[in-house]
């Protein structure tokens, strides 16, 4: 029962990250109906900016948070401005292709200005240290990293629900050609998305840098995160958080009870295993919108 | 009314064989005869590098084409598809240890081998449609790379294997890289035409109505089920004796051959080659192996350039290079290489007009 | 006697039948046209107690209708009737929730689609759903797919018997094109067609599955009236040349009342009325569907 | 956008393309007055092992610099460079197919390499039979037994990785262990990548485990190339229920910086001990994980420690190329240390060789550079290396191929730790053990292991 428990709480610290790499992937498919890849980039550029404001320049954390945010809708808006909307209404798979290319290049631009090498926050962003709860010892870093995802996360569906631009970018989700007939700004709202879902994603790629350390590699968790995406389903929020979470629980499950079964590394292997037969089960992830076929 | 420009102007078919030729015109005919002829050529010419990058071009362009199979034609995205060139690979490896299989006979193995696992993985795709299948087909990627690794007793695990080319032949002796390229430059016109002649007879249009309209194709009496299986598997095949080939070539296989970034770039630059075309996909792995090529002779060069203080710009430059031509190219063409080219020669033919 | 019959009726068709006579000769291979003396007799098609609904919508519910040899059935009604969710039961698409469908007397409820189309239920659909990416020709071909008999391995190696075949199903799928007037734009890929070619490119890629009944969905929306006689010329002609009965979803009453043997009336799923083009004109409660109370007066 | 407009941009970008494969194909026409010598490298700057390769190159780069400086290799002991080195890169971002297109370029073109370095274990496998073949000494930064066992033209820069490990444990069990001197067996688990890298170490430490009865491996377990905190977490409460004493991994340094953290978060810094290779240096993971929760990490050095060490010659040779060519408040560090040994551990072989073929054949200097080929190399130059202790970076008798079937240029190690938040060397130099499999053995190989056949080791 501890061991259930202690794995569960392991598995929503790393979960709550996932959730919020997911949900800035998911943002942007619903508004253009792109699978951004690009954003694992942003993840590592985000720790790396704030890195350097912290560590380098020894801001103060707001300020830091606050640059990086900035620095993050500058892309955001670079992105979209040069290399998707010439794409609008080209074969799909041509914009995807291109955030691959944008995930490269924003590596490549880490590495340029920050050498690749490993960095950490130290003690400057979330504090060390370990909380006690009766058998459970809880990392402040993951319990905070938990707390931010999801107030991040809180913060983003309360904007689409009750702000006027939320409103336009929901009408955006259903039908690009109806929210242009409303005299919605569908480029607008194209270039908002990919702005929310940069600065999601660096504030997802600043909690990594805590947990795991600033290098290039944290692009790889926006690989995982895919897999929570697909769960959820493409199209939904709620989805992806819950998706999130699933996967680092099941990710803990396995290492945990796999691990000693099957040798090799299996951290990898069994959350896109498990999703491929979820999605035998439901084609399109727990909450994804269900194409009805007609003819 | 539409006047076709798809056509050589001034060519008629006058029985239903012309109509069905791959090229129409004599000339074409003969302009590509003299390409593979020259292709063979430089063979003799050129010196190990270029054909060291040629061999790669090859084993690529059939990899590529199954690709083009799987997504260009029948419209399933595949993610996993540089690890079933692995499973070629391996393949080619295993019979050679285990069994003292010859290339030759291990070759068709290496082939049928992921065409199989190729066939299993492609069964969700009967369920899984687009971006969903793309990503769930990342499962083959994880599960055939863990396979690999773990199953030592087979595949030495980690620790690779050493594959060979075949011994001397009819007086050929392969070891030496220029008869293996023609050796590879073989294969891989072969595997070409039948991936031409395979477009453009039953199954291939059956691909393609797939592709198009899934539901359709369904209710006018083609079994998607069966279809989209066939796909994975042909494509599969395509992918294991690129791998094949390509192993031969290195002589040495390893998981780290086929990582992750392969599997999501093959893709890239089918789409760069653009899809739904055998030129498409052999640009495309052209361009790709090309790049890669281009950057590792970037890096040295602007070191060389900017000096020993721009150390990271040319560590840097590579990647930004790399990934700044992916973009700009899709970004201007995002039809890819392919529609340019029926483009420039569509122009060709309406010359002096326009359109 | 009867085969001395068919050759002068055949030559007589051909007259006003140029292009479908490959097509033909490919159907008598494997079976025989139907006699004349079945025609309105046989049943080909029946559809008994079909009940489907989509969440909460009754989008059929318990329509029979029955399908005899040789004949045109029209089936009408206002737009949300279930008129093609009818086609798409008959078709396989759709899976009844309560219901048989029977063909001949072999029950294909649980057919997969792919299956009841190779035995001859061949359809066109309201919004064309033609294969893009291919040109008119393949199209055609693409349509004869299960009646091309080699296995992919000698397509991708291009045997000889393998090109002769490919040769034999081009010379049928031009005729259709020629029957269908298309020569123009054999090759031209379907994407850049205008709305009526596609239609009718469309119609050549279910005539060339070998039908043994048409089911046609909405054929002439959306054209002009010469666009819509030659439509109807040529469904005309189907139904004549290669005998076989032909189920048509079409609003146009004109045309409908000028080609259909018999019309099937559906409304809100339920099927109100079937008869002659005559007794329909005259049943209150179509009349009332159509225009509402007032057609009562 | 137009159509002219994109042809435009696209003829722009072949134009440049084009430039660029003309400048790289006419930048070795660069005359030289003194007789050259040309070293080869084909490293990865952007692929998975960029964060190790880049510190290390910077430190091999500012040497090579520092060397032309001089004049180039001081042949005959004068004081004064005779031959210039010239040194040609690629770049590969670990990428097979570019690797070996590299490897091509460089065998085709004048002059014929004689000595590449290579990084990453899988490569330098791979070119075994091809450089045996070609006769072309690979200088590897990839320690991997399959490269060692039977041994062909590939030297590496070190022991194997299963040797380190093995060493620094036993090391460990003997000397710092709280435990020890019990009779008790330590319990030692590894926890790292599951690639040829990662496990290279398993097999061997658990042989030798078995051998001395000091410890027994009890688990393995693979984690991603960066493994997230709570993937890593689990399986250390894994470990915890399991009674480890030592966590082995053999990673690059993120890796045991997640784990350390994890080790700190879960309270267990003080019961288990972290121990790393080579590759994981103890100062690049302080900067990462911090003071105090990198309290207790070890690692196995072959080379003097920046941080601990200031007055070690080599750090203070390193420093002056460092504050002469870089000015980088960073380095050196211990990555730019074995930068440096590496290169001056090949340029040391190419010199060798060179006054090994004037010996032999009497011919001149210039010659002699002509004429040289992997095969003098290997003969006169990487075997004869004991004792050579490239520009004092590591002790005296480090550097030895200690056989003529040995392939390893170090078997001296030393166990480097954080102890209050400072990187400390906690141990002397030890010679690591020799793990030879039995079936290399039976073979016939490795008989000869403690005979130095130093052919010449004059010009010291």
């Known amino acids: 029962m501890e061991d259930l428990l202690k794995s569960i709480m392991l598995g929503l610290a790393s979960g709550g990250i996932y959730a919020l790499v997911a949900v800035s992937y998911v943002i942007i498919y619903k508004s253009t109906r792109i699978f951004a890849f690009s954003q694992a980039g942003m993840l590592v550029i985000g720790a790396y900016t704030f890195w350097q404001c912290l560590v380098v320049w020894s801001l103060p954390i707001w300020i830091s948070i606050l640059i990086t945010l900035a620095i993050a809708a500058a892309i955001a808006i670079i992105i979209e401005r040069v290399s998707m909307r010439p794409l609008i209404g080209q074969p799909i798979l041509a914009p995807i292709v291109v955030t691959l290319g944008v995930m490269l290049f924003l590596r490549g631009i880490a590495l340029l200005f920050w050498h690749g090498e490993v960095e950490g926050y130290g003690e400057a962003f979330l504090p060390l240290g370990v909380w006690h709860v009766g058998f459970l010892s809880l990392p402040k870093i993951q319990v905070y990293g938990f707390i931010i995802c999801m107030l991040v996360i809180a913060l983003l569906i309360s904007f689409y629900k009750y702000t006027r631009t939320g409103l336009g970018m929901r009408v955006v989700h259903e039908d690009h050609l109806v929210a242009q007939n409303l005299g919605i700004n569908v480029k607008r709202i194209f270039q908002y998305s990919w702005i929310f879902s940069c600065a999601v994603a660096v504030i997802g790629g600043m909690l990594l840098g805590n947990i795991q350390g600033v290098g290039l590699d944290l692009d790889a968790n926006g690989l995982i995160a895919i897999a929570a995406v697909l769960f959820g389903g493409l199209e939904s929020f709620g989805g992806a958080v819950i998706a999130g979470l699933a996967i680092g629980i099941i990710q803990i499950f396995a290492i945990q009870y796999l691990g000693a079964l099957l040798p090799g590394e299996i951290t990898m292997l069994v959350p896109f295993v498990f999703l491929l037969l979820i999605l035998l089960i439901k084609p399109y992830g727990l909450f994804g919108l269900v194409r009805i076929e007609r003819l | ?355 | 006697m009867a085969v001395d019959t068919r050759d002068i009726v055949k030559k007589r068709e051909q007259r006003y039948s140029y292009g479908l006579t490959l097509l033909r000769d490919c159907i008598e291979e494997t079976r025989d046209l139907p006699n004349e003396e079945d025609f309105f007799k046989k049943n080909v098609l029946r559809v008994e107690d079909i009940t489907i609904s989509f969440g909460g919508l009754n989008a059929l519910s318990d329509v029979n209708l029955e399908l005899r040899e040789g004949e045109l059935l029209a089936i009408i009604g206002p737009n949300g009737a279930g008129k093609t969710t009818l086609l798409n039961v008959i078709s396989g698409f759709y899976k009844a929730q309560k219901g048989d469908v029977y063909f001949q007397d072999t029950k294909i409820t649980n057919y997969s689609s792919h299956k009841i189309a190779e035995m001859g239920i061949c359809r066109t659909f309201q919004n064309i759903a033609l294969y893009t990416g291919l040109s008119v020709i393949d199209n055609i071909i693409a349509g004869r797919h299960p009646h091309i008999k080699y296995n992919f391995l000698n397509g991708m190696l291009y045997f000889p018997w393998a090109r002769r075949e490919e040769a034999r199903q081009r010379a049928i799928a031009e005729d259709i094109v020629d029957f269908l007037e298309m020569e123009q734009v054999r090759n031209t890929t379907v994407g850049m067609l205008s709305y009526g070619l596609r239609k009718r490119a469309e119609l050549g890629r279910a005539l060339a599955l070998e039908p043994r009944i048409l089911l046609l969905d909405e054929p002439m929306a959306g054209m002009n009236l010469d666009e819509k006689e030659d439509i109807a010329r040529f469904i005309v002609d189907i139904h004549e040349f290669l005998r076989i009965p032909i189920v048509m979803i079409e609003h146009d009453m004109g045309v409908v009342m000028d080609i259909a043997d018999r019309i099937a009336v559906l409304d809100f799923g339920l099927k109100i009325g079937d008869g002659t083009p005559e007794e329909i004109s005259k049943n209150q409660k179509v009349v009332s569907a159509y225009l509402g109370k007032a057609g009562e007066q | 956008m137009n159509k002219k407009n994109t042809l435009g941009i696209m003829a722009g970008i072949l134009i440049s393309l084009s430039l660029i494969f003309i400048l790289t194909f006419s930048s070795n026409a660069i005359a030289a007055k003194k007789p050259t010598v040309t070293i080869h490298n084909i490293t990865d700057l952007t692929g998975a092992y960029a964060p190790i390769a880049i510190p290390s190159e910077k430190g091999g780069k500012d040497y090579l610099s520092w060397l032309a400086e001089q004049g180039g290799i001081d042949i005959d002991g004068d004081g004064k460079g005779d031959v210039e080195v010239q040194y040609k890169w690629a770049e590969f971002g670990n990428i097979d197919a570019r690797f070996m297109s590299a490897y091509k370029r460089f065998r085709i073109r004048k002059p014929r390499p004689t000595i590449i370095e290579m990084w990453s274990s899988p490569n330098q496998e791979m070119m075994k039979p091809v450089l045996e073949r070609d006769k072309i000494n690979c200088y590897g930064i990839g320690f991997s037994d399959p490269q060692l066992y039977p041994p062909a033209w590939n030297y590496m820069d070190c022991w194997s990785y299963g040797e380190s490990a093995a060493g620094a444990i036993e090391y460990y069990i003997d000397n710092i262990w709280p435990k020890r001197g019990k009779g008790i067996k330590a319990k030692v688990a590894h926890l790292t990548w599951d690639s040829a890298y990662g496990r290279a170490a398993i097999e061997p430490t658990t042989r030798h485990g078995k051998k001395t009865g000091k410890y027994e491996v009890v688990a393995e377990r693979f984690c991603s190339l960066l493994p997230t905190d709570p993937e890593v977490m689990a399986y250390l409460s894994d470990f915890e229920k399991k009674g480890i004493d030592i966590i082995w991994s053999n990673s690059i340094v993120h890796t045991p910086a997640v784990i350390q953290k994890g080790l700190f978060k879960l309270g267990l810094t003080k019961k288990m001990v972290l121990m790393g290779n080579l590759w994981a240096p103890a100062d690049q993971l302080l900067s990462i994980v911090g003071p105090e929760a990198s309290e207790g990490y070890m690692c196995a050095q072959p080379v003097y420690i920046p941080a601990a060490e200031p007055e070690a010659p080599g750090v203070k040779f390193a420093n002056m190329l460092n504050d002469k060519y870089r000015k980088e408040a960073d380095m050196p560090n211990i990555q730019y240390m074995r930068g440096i040994r590496m290169k001056a551990n090949m340029v040391e072989a190419v010199r060798r060789a060179i006054i090994g073929i004037m010996k032999r054949d009497g011919v001149n200097l210039e010659t002699a550079c002509k004429k040289i080929t992997g095969e003098e190399v290997k003969e006169f130059g990487l075997q004869t290396l004991a004792g050579y202790t490239a520009m004092d970076t590591t002790t005296k008798y480090n550097s030895a191929p200690a056989g003529k079937d040995d392939r390893r240029l170090a078997n001296h190690d030393r166990v480097v730790g954080i102890v209050d938040g400072k990187v400390k060397v906690l141990s002397p130099w030890y010679e690591v053990p020799r793990l030879v499999p039995d079936e290399m053995l039976e073979k016939g190989f490795f008989k000869d292991e403690k005979i130095n056949i130093n052919y010449i080791v004059k010009g010291e």
């Open chain 2, 1 to 355: 009314m539409t006047i076709n420009v798809d056509r050589p102007c001034g060519t008629f078919d006058s029985n239903y064989y012309q109509a069905m030729e791959i090229f129409r015109t004599p000339l074409r005919k003969f302009l590509m005869i003299a390409f593979i002829v020259l292709l063979y050529a430089i063979a003799f010419i050129l010196d190990d590098y270029i054909i060291s990058i040629l061999i790669v071009f090859c084993a690529f362009s059939i990899g590529m084409t199954g690709l083009q199979i799987i997504t260009g034609y029948a419209g399933q995205i595949s993610l996993g598809h540089a690890a079933f060139m692995g499973v070629g690979m391996y393949t080619m490896a295993v019979f050679q240890e285990h069994l003292g299989f010859n290339f030759w006979f291990a070759l068709p193995l290496a082939g049928l081998v992921p065409m199989i696992i190729g066939m299993l993985f492609g069964v969700p795709a009967v369920r899984i449609k687009g971006l969903y299948l793309a990503f769930a087909s990342l499962a083959a990627h994880f599960v055939i790379v863990y396979a690999i690794n773990n199953w030592r007793s087979v595949t030495n695990g980690t620790d690779g294997m050493y594959l060979h080319r075949p011994g001397v032949l009819l007086g050929i002796d392969f070891m030496i890289d220029k008869y293996y390229y023609i050796l590879v430059l073989t294969v891989t016109v072969i595997m070409i035409y039948f991936a031409k002649n395979l477009s453009r007879t039953r199954l291939g249009r059956a691909f393609v109505a797939v592709r198009d309209n899934d539901i359709a194709a369904e209710v006018m009496g083609i079994n998607i089920a069966h279809t989209k299986v066939l796909a994975f598997g042909i494509g599969c095949f395509y992918a294991g004796i690129a791998g094949a080939v390509g192993g031969g070539y290195y002589e040495y296989v390893n998981v780290e051959w086929f990582t992750l970034t392969d599997s999501i770039w093959y893709l890239g630059f089918l789409v760069v080659g653009g899809l739904g075309s055998i030129f498409g996909a052999i640009a495309g792995a052209v361009v790709w192996k090309s790049l890669d090529e281009l950057s590792t002779l970037v890096t040295p060069i602007t070191e060389a350039l900017l000096g020993g203080m721009a150390f990271y710009a040319s560590a840097a430059f590579s990647l930004v290079i790399y990934s700044l031509i992916v973009i700009v190219v899709l970004v201007l063409e995002p039809r890819g290489i392919n529609h340019r080219w029926q483009i420039i020669k569509r122009s060709y033919r309406l010359h002096p007009f326009p359109y």
